[in-house]
């Protein structure tokens, strides 16, 4: 068991890595925090991606030496030199004599050399303390490095018998314009936004995060926008006005080899399936190659159905909204019939939050 000491300090550490929520990506959010006989003396997280690390900010706010201190970090100390020098030398040459490591970093360019070189240096390590904390903060990230696959989360919004539109097709709105505004906080912390092309042509949707910096928590902008990905199999998009103008990328997954629509962004080239669809295993490898995260796919039922039913969801968000269609409403998910219970889609109910009227239900599959 770690010393209630450690798991205090790396709470700190913690919190400290959760200001980096929206603003990291494509890069884990860290903390740390520097302690030197019982007091903090430095604290940094990491800010944004291209920045320097949460070691090196720490570093930067001390109040002493850190000769002989101990240094809490939420994720191994990097070992490599990407856009910033690796931290764990910084680490060495400050001082420290001790690193508490939450969990080692799964990214193969790190992955224990962090380290080692800090034990080859001298330096006492002590790994495991939050883990689990840790590890649920970066889900995203430890999926891609550990699996090269992202984390999909789905975002729906339904009546109390599960639909998401009248039988017209109207769907504006079911829920409040809280669930909405909640929606925003998920889509600032995505590193895309996933849709089908009929999304598009029918609801010409923004797709992008229409919050402030003060909003997010931030000090400083800009706002990071998502990459909004529309899967648009047969290149059948045309220009949506709304769509188009919004702040953030456009990528267009597609099987046609000349997209239409490749002149206004970027285009990538998916094989189909056996069922005249795009594959979304590859879809997802696609996403993991342009360095995704984490994905959240806000599509209509067809979509969102055949992602579930493929097994490619992690984890659902369902907005649940007091009101009730019948049996005329559309429903949420379009999936293939079931012929046998054993081939069901199983959740755990892991959050149950009330969002102005509505309630917001947090699912992972099994």
Known sequence: MPAPSDVRYMKQALV????????????????????????????????????PHAEV?????????????????????????????????????????????????????????GIRRLRAAGVRVDIGVCEDQARQLNRGFMKRMSAQLPWVRAKVGMTLDGCTALSTGESKWITSEASRHDVQFWRAQSSCIVTGVDTV??????????????????????????????????????????????????????SVPHHPMSHYC????????????????????????????????????????????TGCIDELVCYVAPIVFGHLGRHAFTMPELLRMTDRVDMDLVEVTQIGDDVRLIYRLR
């Open 16 to 51: 400290l890595a959760e200001r980096g929520r929206y603003t990291t990506d494509p890069n884990p959010r860290v903390g740390c925090v520097i302690v030197k006989a019982g007091r903090v003396i430095g604290c940094g997280w990491h800010q944004r991606a291209g920045q």
């Open 57 to 113: 900010n720490a570093l930067n706010t001390l109040s002493d030496s850190a000769e002989d201190a101990t240094a809490y970090v939420t994720l191994e100390p990097c070992s490599h030199f990407g856009r910033t020098p690796p931290c764990c030398d910084a680490l060495i040459e400050s001082g420290v004599s001790r690193v508490v490591v939450a969990m080692e970093d799964p990214n193969p360019q790190v992955s224990g050399q």
């Open 201 to 254: 042509l029918v609801d010409d949707p923004g797709l992008n995060v229409r919050l402030s910096p003060a909003d997010l928590g931030l000090e400083v902008g800009p706002v990071r926008q998502p990459l909004r990905v529309v899967l648009d199999t047969h290149g059948r998009l045309q220009k949506a006005d709304h769509f188009f103008q919004a702040e953030g990328d456009i990528l267009l997954l597609t």
């Open 266 to 309: 970027d285009v990538m080239q998916i094989e189909q399936n056996g069922q005249g669809q795009l594959s979304l295993p590859h879809v997802l490898k696609g996403l993991v190659d342009r360095g995704m995260n984490d994905v959240l796919i806000e599509a209509g039922s067809t979509l969102t159905g055949a992602f579930l039913s």
